[in-house]
Antibody
Framework: QITLKESGPTLVKPTQTLTLTCTFS??????????VGWIRQPPGKALEWLAL???????RYSPSLRSRFTITQDTSKNQVVLTMTNMDPVDTATYYC????????????????WGQGTLVTVSS | QSALTQPASVSGSPGQSITISCTGT?????????VSWYQQHPGKAPKLVIF???NRPSGVSNRFSGSKSGNTASLTISGLQAEDEADYYC???????????FGGGTKLTVL
């Protein structure tokens, strides 16, 4: 059974750095083709893709946010970590991690397994 | 970065069919191949219902179908049920970039 769960602080102050951890089970990120991404959703607003890390440590970022974000993986701990610098109140959102959809030996441009999300509020 | 445009809301009565559109950037080849759709109930994580324009993941009801025409992709839900009331998001992988983009979302109301 595949599960993902986000963890991290629920409240951060403006200009601080936020570190979120996605702990997963049921798969190994060292498996060829797999990728874990981060997506966020401000309250009442749309989904926004942030970053993705692949099994081979290839990393992709949203162009508008890449200067502030770093995604890493710890294969031994089954974790993917997203670090965001210089947090601002507009970064208040529910942050999700999700697994890129792979089936039958092929992977697709979609996410099928999602964590429950974690709400992060940026406020002084 | 490409933008995906969705209607803010659609509605339908139980048993009816509804269609949600998702308009991409004209000429974006990838848009025609890599559109996915997600269903999101309030307070819940999104659920994948369609990938690669018209494919359903295992376990998703066949009442959900996807299609494309020109630079517009569509999600159709047939035989509307109360449980289908949710927000729906389209997503795509624009050509020549590593990006992943989502549409603005559509709120489906089952009357």
């Amino acid at each position: 059974q595949i599960t993902l769960k986000e963890s991290g602080p629920t409240l951060v102050k403006p200009t601080q750095t936020l570190t979120l951890t996605c702990t997963f089970s049921g798969f190994s990120l060292s498996t060829s083709g797999l990728g874990v991404g981060w997506i966020r959703q401000p309250p009442g607003k749309a989904l926004e893709w942030l970053a993705l890390i692949y099994w081979n440590d290839d990393k992709r970022y949203s162009p508008s946010l890449r200067s502030r974000f770093t995604i890493t993986q710890d294969t031994s701990k089954n974790q993917v970590v997203l670090t965001m610098t210089n947090m601002d109140p507009v970064d208040t959102a529910t942050y999700y991690c999700a697994l890129k959809y792979c089936t039958g030996g092929s992977c697709y441009w979609a996410f099928d397994y999602w964590g429950q999300g974690t709400l992060v509020t940026v406020s002084s | 970065q490409s933008a995906l445009t969705q209607p803010a809301s659609v509605s339908g009565s139980p048993g009816q069919s509804i269609t949600i559109s998702c308009t991409g950037t004209s000429g974006d080849i990838n848009f025609y191949h890599y559109v996915s759709w997600y269903q999101q109930h309030p307070g819940k994580a999104p659920k994948l219902v369609i990938f690669d324009v018209s494919n359903r993941p295992s376990g998703v009801s066949n009442r959900f179908s996807g299609s494309k025409s020109g630079n517009t992709a569509s999600l159709t839900i047939s035989g509307l049920q109360a449980e289908d009331e949710a927000d729906y998001y389209c997503s795509s992988h624009p050509s020549n970039t590593p990006d992943w983009v989502f549409g603005g979302g559509t709120k489906l109301t089952v009357l």
